[in-house]
Every structure is written in C-alpha cells, then in structure tokens.
C-alpha cells in the first residue's frame, strides 16, 4: 500500500468510494459570492454520485447550480489516533427530470435539518483522493509529558 511523504496511507479510488459510502455526513466546498464557504450536509453515494437533498431555494441550491465544487467527508478515532478522509471534485447540477427525480427520492437520503427538502444535487464525481492514518508509526504527541514530568 502506498504512503504520501507525511506517512499516510494513500488511498485508492474503490476504496475512496467504499469510504464515501460508509458516511452520513460530508462538507460541501462551493463558492458563495465570489468567496468559498464550506457547508455540512448528509449525502447518499450511488454509484459514482454524490446526492445531497436540500430547499429548491436555498443557498446551497442556487450556488451549486453547474459549479465545479468540492465534497469532503472522513472518520476519526480520537482515542486511537486513526481516520480516514475522502475529498472528491465534480461538477453539481439540479437533478431536473422527473424520472431521475423520482430515482433519487428513493435513495435513503433522509434530511436532518426541517422544512422541506425537494431539490436533488448531484455531483458525478470526477477527481476523488484519500488518506488513512493508522496507528503504525505514530508518534507520542509533543503535549503529552513523560512519567513523572510535571
């Protein structure tokens, strides 16, 4: 298995994938009035999408529009110091055809926030990377003392 110059492990694209789909929740990177703005949403991965549900009005939904835009999600151990994280890049587009539509309303892509979720984003993922790092060759942290420090 292939490591970066840091020491993690880099992942390959199938198993990014498996990640991505192992997650509830993920960030959406787009721009937001020229400027880049990051939001938290829960996705379903379906094939090689990323569907996310949201308001026809909202924000995110106006932004996203025909927008390159970035997808991150990961998963950390505190405790033992181990995770992984799976940023993809696509292009998202409103999901407009009733048959997709009615495709995508049958995922299980239940929203978390209220009020009403109608609009699909999807996001044919075009670029995806990943890291692990495991509990191989970690270091004690600089903060934590020895025995007996004060």
Same mark, same amino acid.
């Given at each position: 298995?292939?490591?970066?110059?840091?020491?993690? &492990?880099?992942?390959?694209?199938?198993?990014?994938?498996?990640?991505?789909?192992? *997650?509830? $929740?993920? =960030?959406?990177?787009?721009?937001?009035?020229?400027?880049?703005?990051?939001?938290?949403?829960?996705?379903?991965?379906?094939?090689?999408? $990323?569907?996310?549900?949201?308001?026809?009005?909202? %924000?995110?939904?106006?932004?996203?529009?025909?927008?390159?835009?970035?997808?991150?999600?990961?998963?950390?151990?505190? =405790?033992?110091?181990?995770?992984?994280?799976?940023?993809?890049?696509? &292009?998202?587009?409103?999901?407009?055809?009733?048959?997709?539509? *009615? &495709?995508?309303? %049958?995922?299980?892509?239940?929203?978390?926030?209220?009020?009403? =979720?109608?609009?699909?984003?999807?996001?044919? $993922?075009?670029?995806?990377?990943?890291? =692990? $790092?495991?509990?191989?060759?970690?270091? &004690?942290? *600089?903060?934590?003392?020895?025995?007996?420090?004060?």
């Amino acid at each position: 298995m292939p490591f970066d110059a840091t020491g993690l &492990q880099v992942l390959s694209r199938q198993e990014c994938l498996d990640l991505l789909a192992t *997650a509830d $929740i993920g =960030r959406i990177v787009f721009t937001d009035l020229a400027l880049p703005a990051v939001q938290p949403v829960n996705f379903c991965l379906t094939g090689e999408r $990323i569907v996310i549900r949201t308001a026809s009005g909202s %924000k995110l939904a106006a932004a996203t529009r025909h927008s390159v835009v970035a997808f991150e999600a990961d998963e950390f151990d505190r =405790r033992t110091r181990t995770g992984w994280s799976v940023t993809a890049v696509g &292009q998202a587009r409103a999901a407009v055809d009733p048959e997709e539509i *009615a &495709q995508l309303a %049958k995922l299980p892509l239940y929203p978390w926030a209220p009020g009403g =979720r109608d609009h699909y984003i999807v996001v044919p $993922i075009e670029q995806v990377s990943g890291r =692990r $790092i495991t509990t191989a060759g970690l270091a &004690q942290p *600089a903060f934590e003392s020895s025995p007996g420090a004060p």
